[in-house]
C-alpha cells in the first residue's frame, strides 16, 4: 500500500470512530470514579462495558459468565501498582479462569487502554500484522509501536493536522472531562495506521479470513 493512502485511510477511520472511542473513555472514567454504577455500566448501552468488548472485539476472549467478575478484576487492577502492565493482568485472569485457559493479551490491552489511553496502544492480530510482529507479549509489541511512532512522528503529525478543524469538533465534547486528550488523539490516529496497514496485509497475504485478536 502506498504510504499517503494507508496514512489518508487511516484518517478516515479516525474520523469515524474517534467519537466514539473517546465517549468509552469517559464512561469508563465515569465507571472507575464511582458517577456510573456497576449495574449500568455492565448493560449493553452506548458506553457500556459490554457494548465495549463486543465493538472492540474481545467479547469471545472472555468466558460469558465471568464477564461480571472480569470488572471487578480490572477495577483492583488499575487501583493497583502495575495498572499498565498488560502482561501481569493477561496472566492473572488466565489463572482465575475468565479467558478460556489462555493469555488473552488483546484483551487486556484493550481494557486497560480504557484506564490509561495516554500510555497504552492496544495489541491485536491487525496491530501486529503492521509492524511484522509474530509473539504475544505486550512489552515486546510495545517496543515495536515505539519505534513505528519516532521513525513516523512527523508523518503522523502532519496528516492529523490536515483534519484538525474535525477533530477539534469531536474532541470538543470531552475537553471538560478528558485532560491532554492531544496525547489520545495522537494514539488513536496511531492506532487506526496499525489497523489499516494490518488489514491490507492480510487481504495480501493470506486469502483466508483472518482474526482481529
Same mark, same amino acid.
Given at each position: ?8 485511510? @487511516?484518517?478516515?477511520?479516525?474520523? /469515524?470512530? #474517534?467519537? *466514539?472511542?473517546? +465517549?468509552?473513555?469517559?464512561? +469508563?472514567?465515569?465507571? !472507575? ?10 448493560? !449493553?448501552?452506548?458506553?457500556? =462495558?459490554?457494548? &465495549?468488548?463486543?465493538? &472492540?472485539?474481545? %467479547? ?9 467478575? &472480569? ?11 502495575? *495498572? ?5 493482568? /493477561? ?10 485457559? !489462555? ?9 486497560? =487502554?480504557?484506564?490509561?489511553? #495516554? ?7 491487525? %496491530?501486529?500484522? @503492521? ?22 512522528? !512527523?508523518?503522523?503529525?502532519? #496528516?492529523? /493536522? ?16 478528558? $485532560? ?21 496485509? %492480510?487481504?495480501?497475504?493470506? $486469502?483466508? $479470513?483472518?482474526? =482481529?485478536?
Amino acid at each position: 500500500m502506498d504510504k499517503k493512502i494507508k496514512y489518508i485511510e @487511516a484518517l478516515g477511520n479516525l474520523l /469515524a470512530t #474517534y467519537r *466514539s472511542d473517546l +465517549f468509552y473513555i469517559k464512561r +469508563f472514567n465515569d465507571f !472507575k470514579n464511582g458517577r456510573v454504577s456497576k449495574t449500568d455500566y455492565l448493560t !449493553k448501552e452506548d458506553g457500556s =462495558f459490554r457494548r &465495549f468488548i463486543n465493538d &472492540f472485539r474481545v %467479547a469471545r476472549n472472555i468466558s460469558k459468565d465471568y464477564v461480571d467478575e &472480569f470488572l471487578d478484576e480490572l477495577q483492583k487492577w488499575i487501583n493497583g501498582n502495575q *495498572s499498565n502492565d498488560v502482561d501481569q493482568l /493477561a496472566t492473572k485472569v488466565k489463572g482465575l479462569g475468565y479467558t478460556h485457559g !489462555k493469555v488473552m493479551t488483546s484483551l487486556c490491552s484493550k481494557v486497560l =487502554f480504557l484506564n490509561n489511553p #495516554y500510555e497504552i496502544i492496544p495489541i491485536d492480530q491487525l %496491530a501486529k500484522r @503492521a509492524i511484522g510482529y509474530r509473539g504475544n507479549r505486550y512489552s515486546e509489541f510495545r517496543k515495536e509501536i515505539d519505534s513505528f511512532r519516532e521513525n513516523n512522528t !512527523k508523518e503522523i503529525n502532519s #496528516y492529523l /493536522a490536515s483534519v484538525s478543524n474535525h477533530i477539534d469538533q469531536i474532541e470538543k465534547d470531552f475537553n471538560g472531562d478528558i $485532560p491532554n486528550i492531544e496525547i489520545i488523539r495522537q494514539n488513536r490516529y496511531l492506532d487506526k495506521i496499525m489497523w489499516t496497514t494490518g488489514r491490507k496485509k %492480510a487481504r495480501e497475504i493470506d $486469502p483466508l $479470513p483472518f482474526d =482481529f485478536v
